[in-house]
């Protein structure tokens, strides 16, 4: 007689909020095939994340290194040039990194925007930082403050408006 060599091996499910889930083999519809699929996609994307995080770091090294050899051939120097995400309308307004789903939510509100919120809009959502912005729009830094407080609060009216909830819930 043949003997059942599969391991029922629980997993450990965390969502985008943080809670976690135990998942085990045989129990509530979980197959140890979903369980398997999950492990690996864990491990695909802990891969992923590693070479996008080591190809950034030498590509941040060289152009760094570059920099500092001579700083008149270079426009700025690569720490001016990171992401700036503390104004991100995204994690401003969800309070953390928002499901898909929610993002998909907030960006069909984009449109009911006026065309100066959009573009701060996806500014923002780039990572561009204020001073760049007002630099770009030749105003001053306090004045795109005041706007990005506007679109904060008009995302939040209209998000509330159309799906009947704050965003942070």
């Known amino acids: 007689m043949a003997r059942n060599n599969k391991l029922n091996i629980p997993y450990y499910y965390t969502t985008a909020k943080g809670k976690t889930y135990l998942l085990t083999p045989g129990q509530?519809?979980?197959?140890?095939?979903?369980?398997?699929?999950l492990r690996e996609d864990d491990e695909r994307t802990r891969l992923s994340d590693r070479y996008y995080q080591e190809a950034i770091s030498s590509a941040f090294r060289l152009a760094e290194e570059m920099y500092n050899s001579d700083p008149d051939s270079y426009g700025a120097s690569p720490i001016d040039c990171i992401p700036?995400?503390?104004?991100?309308p995204e994690l401003v307004l969800f309070g953390e990194k928002p499901t898909t789903a929610k993002l998909d939510s907030l960006r069909a509100l984009v449109p009911k925007l006026i065309p100066a919120q959009q573009r701060l809009y996806w500014n923002l959502s780039?990572?561009?930082?204020?001073v760049d912005i007002a630099r770009e729009e030749g105003v001053e830094d306090e004045t795109i403050r005041a706007r990005v407080r506007r679109l904060y609060t008009r995302l939040r009216k209209l998000y509330i408006r159309t799906y009947g909830r704050d965003p942070r819930e």
């Open 28 to 37: 509530d519809g979980i197959t140890e095939e979903l369980v398997t699929f």
């Open 126 to 130: 780039q990572g561009k930082r204020l």
């Open 84 to 88: 700036d995400w503390t104004y991100s």
